[in-house]
């Protein structure tokens, strides 16, 4: 497998031990004060603990403890926006409300300014047998958050046998539910065989391919979601495994798809554990999250989307660019008056044809 695809290869362990067993107040109090002395990336990846340990004060109103582990967490993770309204809440309630107010200012000044590129889409390409409704909901959500425009496309073709490996070959007989794998790379590889002109319309940020089959690489059993600039492949395979309700499924599989179209359409991975787009230790962390992306991911997409637009106000017609490298989408002005007779032949004209010759 290629390193540049491995630019984003989602892989997380199902461990059943993380998820299930519950920590009491102060094993989470020695796990959050262990976290503390950390450097704020690592500490990061402790910060279930944090929250964790927040809802048991939360849950004994000790609302003075509970806003101290909620304010250590918000200091590594600043956009998770539920914390911060509970934050806020308690401000209130201790009578600060200045400082209340310019959390809530903090965080909604941020949420307000929607993110928007028009005249640009990304396409999601359907291999055969999906759940429709959740194609539906990706492509949604997807247009909501991202402020693109999102065209679902069928593939038109089974993911290729060619590409099947088989489970005992594979010798990982741990999750039997899942029939067959299909090597991601090579998934990828069929649909930019397919629609190679799509990829490379001007004005199309990439191909998003989504599958029900489960999916791999070399290097990974099993993978969410495998990518690079303008292509990838998500699989929502494994989100089912655990047999979770549809709003739980749903969430997941559009979670993956914001992390797959953000590198798709160019910005790197994410490091905040509340946003939609981090890595996720476990199913449980992953379905607390709220389906948004954080602070960051909307910069470095405002970023992206400030060059694009650039690109598109800087043609031939307001630019010394010669027209030629104007490429597919540029406007030609159309003078002509539009006319109410149906396009091609007229009813009426006689008809002519070549003489062939005798
Ligand atoms: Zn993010």
Redesign the pocket.
């Known amino acids: 497998m290629h390193i540049r695809n491995l630019i984003f290869a989602f892989f997380f362990l199902l461990c059943a031990c993380a998820s299930s067993q519950k920590l009491s107040i102060s094993e989470l109090e020695e796990k959050v004060n262990a976290a503390e002395a950390q450097r704020n990336v690592s500490a990061r990846s402790s910060i279930h603990y944090y929250w964790q340990l927040a809802d048991l004060y939360l849950d004994n109103n000790d609302y003075d403890n509970a806003y101290r582990v909620i304010i250590s967490a918000l200091r590594l993770d600043p ?1 998770n926006y539920k914390y911060q309204y509970i934050a806020a809440e308690i401000e209130m309630l201790n009578g600060d409300h200045e400082r209340a107010n310019n959390r809530l200012n903090f965080i909604n000044s941020d949420l307000k300014d929607l993110l928007n590129l028009p005249g640009y889409y990304l396409y999601l390409a359907t291999f055969p047998n999906l759940n429709s409704d959740v194609v539906e909901l990706i492509a949604a959500k997807v247009t909501e958050e991202f402020g693109i425009e999102v065209r679902v496309i069928n593939i038109g073709a089974r993911e290729s046998e060619v590409n099947i490996r088989d489970r005992q070959l594979g010798n990982i007989m741990r999750l039997k539910q899942v029939r067959s794998q299909y090597d991601a790379n090579a998934l990828m590889n069929q649909i930019s065989g397919r629609f190679r002109n799509m990829m490379n319309e001007p004005y199309s940020l990439g191909i998003l391919g989504i599958t029900a089959e489960d999916i791999y690489t070399d290097d990974y059993n099993f993978l969410f979601g495998l990518g690079q600039t303008r292509l990838g492949v998500m699989s929502y395979a494994r989100f089912l495994l655990d047999k979770p309700s549809t709003e739980q499924f749903e969430k997941r599989a559009v979670m993956q798809a914001f992390s797959s179209a ?1 590198i798709i359409i160019g910005i790197p991975r ?3 554990p509340s ?4 890595y996720p230790h476990s199913l449980e962390e992953h379905d607390r999250k709220d389906v948004m ?6 910069q ?1 997409l405002r970023q992206r989307y400030a060059r694009l637009k650039a690109i598109i106000a800087k043609d031939s017609s307001n630019s010394s660019k010669p027209p030629s490298t104007d490429g597919l989408g540029k406007k030609v002005s159309n003078n002509r008056e539009k006319s109410e007779r149906k396009a091609g032949g007229q009813t009426g004209h006689k008809g002519h044809t070549l003489n062939v010759p005798k």
Not at 275 to 278: E, L, V
Not at 293 to 298: G, K, Q, S, T, V
């Open positions: 956009w953000g994410c490091t905040y946003c939609a787009r981090a992306l954080c602070y960051e991911c909307r470095n």
